[in-house]
């Protein structure tokens, strides 16, 4: 008898182990098999499967696991990696949106230059976009507001050149709060931009950043005095400050930055930067900085600037010609050395500074993050990345930069159960960006999969239409 029931006891057993390897057959939305997952907050780096469900990843496991769709991932050497993320990325439409998924990004956010009316903002794209996506309240944009300047995107008139009084100051101020309370991911600034925006102005501007513990983040005037003076007003308020590309910011300098950056943080202050893979920029040739800049310069000077659609370095009467008639232009100011120490340094968030108008843009709003995995650590060099700390730039680093102030990134930038489903899957072998000035949109090769809330975006290297299951990136209201 007693045999009996041990015998029935251990068939109970079978049946309900038996069960429960259907039930988990069934569980998962998708699951990825057998990929190489790095996930730098863990540090895991080995082969394993994941299951996907509701969004959210469920489980990791060397376990065999199965689900409703399976991306097999078994064999090819696919990277399984945390969807990348970009704290630097104008342009925010579905086109862009495209292009940022086709190189591995899941999360881009506009934090320069902004907008002046977050509300509005996030309200145009409440029916969800291919990508997540998410906005900064911007002084640029906020001044062109109160100052009523006639530009569409950059100022060109008083936006730029006129200085506020203090009435319109507080205005600014006020707004900025505004913004913050409707959900902006941080405060947008850039200085060459303003040019006319007093000491007081900015302090006004840092004093909020301070209050609401909110990152400002900043394209500082360039050049060592441009970080100094950032860093001084970040010091003299307490605020949270973010230095976008000291690659262009600093040039030949950008060593002697990024040890100003290093000694900061040394003494207890919350600064962190970002760089990009280029050794050329773009921005509006009608915009202050190209204005203030170049106007009045050399030919040989001149010749540093590039007119995208044509290819042609400008002169005396081509910068003229085009500043009348407005638009993109490449800045060819910087060198590879310089960017490589940028994109190499410990410190440095990669971040694309995306830029798309009309048809035309700079080559690394659709090849960044391919570019830095395929030249910066595959091809290497002198100046090289490892893998997981190109991947820990592109993940970990951006979301920890925002969580303060945007409790959601806490489970973005990561590999575990329960962070959000989004999930970039890439040949390390093969990745490489093919973007050029001339031909800015070609997306890269190697990017084979894109997760993004548990929807593919990108499958086999190709755009899958028809989705859009990015969400809006929010911060929290201020207290």
Known sequence: MIRDTAYLGLLLLLQVATLSAQTTDAVYDRVILGGHVMDPASQLDAVRNIGLQGGRIAVITTHAISGRDTIDARGGGLIVAPGFIDLHAHGQTPETYRFYALDGVTTALELELGTSDVAAWYREREGG???????????????????????????????????????????????????????????????????????????????????????????????????????????????????????????????????????????????????????????????????????????????????PRTGERLNRESFERYSRMGGPVVVHTNTEPMVAVAITSPLTIIASDAYWQNGTGHPRTTGTFARVLGRYVREGGAHSLSLMDAIRKMTLMPAQRLESRVPAMRQKGRLRVGADADITIFDASRVLDRSTYREPSLSPVGIQHVIVNGVSVVANGQAVEGVAPGRAVRGAAPR
């Open 129 to 307: 976009e291919r990508i997540n996506y998410g906005v900064s309240i911007g002084h640029i944009k906020v001044r062109m507001a109160v100052m009523h300047d006639s530009g569409t995107w950059m100022p060109v008139s008083d936006g730029a050149y006129r200085a506020a009084s203090p009435a319109q100051i507080g205005e600014i101020a006020q707004r900025i709060e505004i913004g913050l309370s409707e959900g902006a991911v941080d405060i947008g600034a850039g200085f060459p931009y303003t040019p006319a925006a007093t000491r007081d102005e900015l302090l006004a501007l840092f004093r909020v950043a301070a209050r609401t513990k909110t990152p400002i983040h900043v394209h500082i005037t360039p050049g060592v005095a441009g970080l100094k003076e950032a860093l001084a007003l970040a010091g003299e308020t307490n605020a949270p400050l973010h230095v976008v590309h000291i690659n262009s910011a600093g040039l030949a300098e950008t060593p002697v930055m990024l040890e100003m950056v290093t000694d900061a943080r040394a003494h207890g202050r919350d600064v962190t930067t970002e760089a990009y893979p280029y050794d050329a920029g773009m921005t509006e040739i009608q915009s202050a900085t190209i204005q203030d800049t170049y106007k009045g310069a050399s030919d040989e000077r001149l010749a540093e600037l590039e007119w």
